[in-house]
């Protein structure tokens, strides 16, 4: 049957996924590659372009949802980024939104509620009750993105200067960024600058030392437990800000690899004060999810449990 396949696009800073799936629901085909936020990846075109080319010959294809960062919040790359999808699909119905828009829709299938995403970057999206969505924080590194893995990594490479200086307490961190990197802790000072002067992607790559601050506070530094800690205070600031937006009782979930962290979503519940309720979808599942309702395709619990099932095993294939 012509027309019968929808495709996803969940792009980040660090990561971009690409689905392909069936009216069923069904999950076919889902691949991987290098961040796509215009907001500091120069390269970030070339690699949406290298993530969508492998399905741009697809026939029955009949809508793309794309969800990107920065998506409409800046004017000329919102053009450039409807622009870059209108060229590799130029026969399928297209929908361009936020990528946290995105995860919202995966998260809650539509209903109310409050998402916090901490990735690369962080940022809080609502919709209440009346279908009306506001967002706070997603303001760039520069400016913001407090709790995220970008702002974790950044204030882990701070804290374990100032150790090595002696301004702070010595911290596990500083052993632990030597190994990890593979840099001579003899001289830190040109190791440590030299490693940062090559980076290609410099926020991708410092994000991914969250993972490291993570598990050197599991093992008890006290340095890398304050930083979650105060990276969870951050986080809990988003969902208490945009709060009003919703009902009082309004379920709260999350999304974003930073989330990974046990320690991280547990400080963060603690600071809300209730528990979060389980994402229906993942953010790739809630681009599915808009290109079907492009189509009106009809969307029931079935086909929300076989995205989810056919999207988690898709995702182990592509290596997320």
């Known amino acids: 049957m012509n027309g019968d396949l929808i495709l996803g696009v969940d792009g980040g800073g660090s990561k971009v996924l690409v689905a392909l799936a069936d009216r069923t629901g069904t999950v076919l085909r889902m691949s991987r590659s290098g961040g796509v936020n215009p907001m500091d990846n120069p390269n970030w075109r070339r690699e949406l372009d290298f993530s969508l080319h492998p399905f741009e010959g697809e026939q029955r294809l009949a809508a793309v949802a794309a969800a990107l960062p920065a998506y409409g919040e800046v004017a000329n ?23 946290v828009e995105a995860a919202h829709l995966g998260a809650f299938v539509g209903q109310p509620g409050i998402l916090i995403l901490s990735g690369t970057g962080s940022m809080a999206w609502a919709r ?30 701070s804290l374990v200067s100032q150790s090595l200086d002696r301004r702070a307490s010595q911290t596990a961190l500083a052993k632990a960024v030597f190994e990890f990197l593979d840099l001579d802790s003899s001289d830190p000072v040109n190791a440590l600058g030299g490693w940062v002067s090559k980076l290609a992607n410099p926020r991708a790559d410092i994000a991914a030392l969250s993972v490291l601050v993570d598990r050197v506070a599991g093992a008890g530094d006290p340095g890398a437990k304050q ?41 963060v519940e603690r600071r809300i004060g209730s528990p979060p309720v389980r994402p229906k979808l993942p953010p790739i599942g809630g681009a599915l999810l808009a290109a079907a309702q492009l189509l009106d395709w009809p969307v029931d619990d079935g086909w929300i449990a076989q995205i989810a099932a056919t999207a988690k095993t898709a995702a182990m294939h592509s290596g997320e």
């Open 77 to 99: 790359l919102s053009e450039q980024q409807a622009e870059a999808i209108g060229t590799s699909f130029p026969k399928a119905r297209q929908h361009l939104l936020n990528d």
């Open 128 to 157: 209440n009750a009346a279908g009306v969505s506001a967002r706070v924080g997603g303001w760039g590194d520069v400016i913001g993105d407090e709790g995220s893995s970008y702002w974790i990594g950044r204030a882990a490479l």
């Open 227 to 267: 930083l979650i800690d105060r990276a969870a205070v951050e986080l809990a600031k988003h969902v208490q800000a945009i709060a009003p937006h919703c009902d009082r009782m309004a379920d709260w979930t999350y999304a974003g690899g930073t989330f990974a962290s046990r320690s991280l979503l547990a400080a």
